[in-house]
C-alpha cells in the first residue's frame, strides 16, 4: 500500500512540476535567429571590441561561456528590470520607481534581442545542448547590448 501511495505522490509531483515549467528546447531556428541578430551587432556596433579583453581560451570553454551568458541576461534583466516571462515587460518596483522612458524605449528598440537572449540563457541555465558557436554569438550579443545600455543612457 505504501509504495502505492509514493507512486501515487511522485506522478502527482512530476505532474504539477510539468505543468508549471515549460523548457524551450533549442533549435536550428534560435541559432539562427541568434546568429543573425550577432552578426548585425558586430557589423553596427562592433560588439567584438565589448568581448575584447576576453582570453581566446575562453571563448572556447563551453562553462565559461554558458555562465557569462546567463550572468550578462541577468544584468540586463535588472537593469531594464525585466520580469521572468517578459509577457508583462517591466516589472515595477516601489523602491525605485516606474521604469524610465529612456529604458522602455531600449526595450522595444532591441526586443528581438533581448528575446533571443532570453530563450539562450534558458537553455544553457537548464544545461541544454546549445553549441559552442551559438554561446560565443551569445555572449557577443548580450556584451554588445550592455554596451549600448551604457550608452543609451548616458545620452
Do not use: C, Y
Not at 529612456?102 to 541555465?125: G, T, Y
Request: negative net charge; glycine residues 4%.
Amino acid at each position: 500500500m505504501q509504495v502505492q501511495v509514493n507512486a501515487a505522490v511522485a506522478n502527482s509531483a512530476a505532474a504539477v512540476a510539468s505543468s508549471n515549467t515549460t523548457v524551450h528546447v533549442w533549435g536550428k531556428g534560435d541559432a539562427e535567429d541568434l546568429s543573425t541578430l550577432a552578426a548585425e551587432a558586430v557589423r553596427l556596433h562592433e560588439a567584438q571590441a565589448a568581448v575584447e579583453d576576453v582570453p581566446r581560451e575562453k571563448f572556447q570553454d563551453g562553462d565559461w561561456l554558458a555562465g557569462k551568458v546567463v550572468r550578462n541576461w541577468e544584468t540586463l534583466r535588472d537593469r531594464l528590470r525585466l520580469d521572468a516571462r517578459m509577457g508583462v515587460r517591466i516589472k515595477e518596483a516601489v523602491e525605485d520607481g516606474p521604469v524610465t522612458p529612456r529604458k522602455q524605449a531600449f526595450i522595444e528598440d532591441h526586443w528581438d534581442s533581448l528575446i533571443a537572449l532570453r530563450k539562450l540563457r534558458n537553455a544553457v541555465a537548464h544545461s541544454l545542448d546549445v553549441p559552442l558557436e551559438d554561446m560565443q554569438q551569445g555572449v557577443t550579443l548580450s556584451s554588445d547590448l550592455l554596451q549600448r545600455l551604457d550608452d543609451w543612457l548616458a545620452d
